[in-house]
T-cell receptor, first 113, second 115 residues
Framework: QKEVEQNSGPLSVPEGAIASLNCTYS??????FFWYRQYSGKSPELIMS????GDKEDGRFTAQLNKASQYVSLLIRDSQPSDSATYLC?????????????FGAGTRLAVHP | DTEVTQTPKHLVMGMTNKKSLKCEQH?????MYWYKQKAKKPPELMFV???????INESVPSRFSPECPNSSLLNLHLHALQPEDSALYLC??????????????FGPGTRLTVL
């Protein structure tokens, strides 16, 4: 069983719409949750981090965490073609003095004009 | 400033060559990481250095040899690689401050091709 699961997509949304990206994880002891954006051929770029249940908003991005359901999501409002990328969900149990990230396979988002 | 730098950007090497990848950060971060990423796959953790000591080796073959000369610098020495080792090699660092809020920042990566 995969530890962090994401729908691989592609998720296709029209420009200006809300894109909803979902992620589930298996380790109930997970402490920290991250969304990274990765353009083709580039390295992952941190979009959002969330540590507590509820919503966290940053500009057009909102991360949602539900630890009871082991579910984390990312909403992108007013989607732009420049948002087209692969979005990686990463989860960390944080133990032993280092931060081991477990990545999902990523969801490819395509925003079309 | 959350910049992690990596050199070289691209590297082509033969199976008998010895080469090194370099990673540097000047953010005072105390953990540094090497990841390998194949096309259309997520990054896979290879090594973690915590306070300049190797904390974890994810059963990586010995042809990959990490080194952390100081708190700002991380190297990955490559020797006798195989064509299947061709990938994007990513370095990351994290502050190791509050446990619950530690965040990894990635460098731009080195695109490695093994012929």
């Amino acid at each position: 069983q995969k530890e962090v699961e994401q729908n691989s997509g592609p998720l296709s949304v029209p420009e200006g719409a809300i894109a909803s990206l979902n992620c589930t994880y298996s380790d109930r002891g997970s402490q920290s949750f991250f969304w990274y954006r990765q353009y083709s051929g580039k390295s992952p770029e941190l979009i959002m981090s969330i540590y507590s249940n509820g919503d966290k908003e940053d500009g057009r991005f909102t991360a949602q965490l539900n630890k009871a359901s082991q579910y984390v999501s990312l909403l992108i409002r007013d989607s732009q073609p420049s948002d087209s990328a692969t979005y990686l969900c990463a989860v960390s149990p944080f133990s032993g003095g280092y931060n081991k990230l477990i990545f999902g396979a990523g969801t490819r988002l395509a925003v079309h004009p | 400033d959350t910049e992690v730098t990596q050199t070289p950007k691209h590297l082509v090497m033969g199976m008998t060559n010895k080469k090194s990848l370099k990673c540097e950060q000047h953010m005072g971060h105390r953990a540094m990481y090497w990841y390998k990423q194949k096309a259309k796959k997520p990054p896979e953790l290879m090594f973690v250095y915590s306070y300049e000591k190797l904390s974890i080796n994810e059963s990586v073959p010995s042809r990959f040899s990490p080194e952390c000369p100081n708190s700002s610098l991380l190297n990955l020495h490559l020797h006798a690689l195989q064509p299947e080792d061709s990938a994007l090699y990513l370095c990351a660092s994290s502050p190791l401050g509050l446990a619950e809020t530690d965040t990894q920042y990635f460098g731009p990566g080195t695109r490695l091709t093994v012929l």
